[in-house]
């Protein structure tokens, strides 16, 4: 069992957490049993290390069973090493290294797809975290990260997808117009969500929705720029019926991804 907290070994991991180190290494951190269950199981070949408190194997039985079917060796640590290495303040007694897995955007586009979510300058991690396991449970085809968007190997955006991270494809490094030029390419729509837009519910009665739509999301404080928002075949807002001030966006591109995944399914 390792039980130093010190070793080198446990500070490498515990190094990951920041963003310098994971460009360097490409690696990045797992936290948590639920995360790392999805790894195991959905992107085996992506996992370097894994490292579980005695306990936390023991009451967790679905990740000691995706560990076996894996093939994956676990390196049982004690609490304070767990400790050491995590980034969260109250660590589940689970961690793991693995390899960063990107995807081109043009492979997403080249797969005929349906359904996309476009993110500019995204900066909050939960946010995106959200709208990535949001888009896994709408059917999305693929999530595309552009300009200067968080890092999608954050901590806390891999904790916020929920394994999500390993289910669908997610593809950064493009600026926006080159996504914009793939989606056309694609006979791909793009609808950018900004509260100068058409109401949602014109453009669900419009039958827009049913068409192969990319959804463009811009940042949390200032949304899109007039430049990107009229590169967008159109502008679609999501009406608030109460009295809340705005919506978050994570909430608003959950809806206007289900309105999306309704409509082609109806």
């Not at 117009?177 to 056309?184: E, F, M, N």
């Not at 929705?209 to 502008?235: H, Q, S």
Request: charged share 25%.
């Amino acid at each position: 069992m390792l039980d130093n907290p010190r070793a080198p070994r446990i500070r490498a991991v515990a190094r990951l957490g920041r963003r310098a180190v994971r460009e360097e290494t490409g690696l990045f951190l797992l936290e948590g049993p639920q995360a790392v269950v999805e790894a195991l199981t959905y992107r085996p070949e992506v996992m370097l290390e894994l490292y579980v408190t005695p306990t936390a194997l023991e009451r967790y039985t679905d990740l000691a069973e995706a560990a076996v079917a894996a093939g994956m060796d676990v390196e049982f640590v004690s609490e304070e090493v767990i400790n050491a290495m995590a980034d969260t303040v109250t660590p589940q007694g689970v961690i793991a290294v693995a390899r960063q897995f990107p995807t081109s955007a043009k492979d997403i586009f080249r797969d005929e797809p349906k359904l996309i979510a476009i993110l500019e300058e995204v900066r909050d991690p939960g946010n995106l975290g959200t709208i990535i396991r949001a888009a896994d449970a709408a059917g999305a085809d693929g999530v595309i990260l552009t300009g200067r968007s968080v890092d999608l190997y954050n901590p806390k955006v891999v904790r916020s997808t929920t394994g999500s991270l390993f289910h669908l494809p997610v593809a950064v490094g493009l600026e926006l117009p080159d996504v914009l030029l793939l989606a056309r390419e694609a006979g791909v729509s793009v609808i950018a969500a900004d509260i100068k837009g058409d109401s949602l519910l014109d453009v669900r009665n419009s039958g827009v929705l049913a068409e192969p739509t990319a959804w463009l999301f811009g940042n949390e404080a200032r949304g899109l720029t007039d430049e990107n928002l009229a590169r967008a075949e159109r502008a679609v807002s999501v009406p608030i019926f109460g009295a809340a001030e705005s919506m978050n966006l994570a909430t608003a591109a959950s809806v206007c991804l289900y309105e999306s995944a309704f409509a082609q399914r109806s």
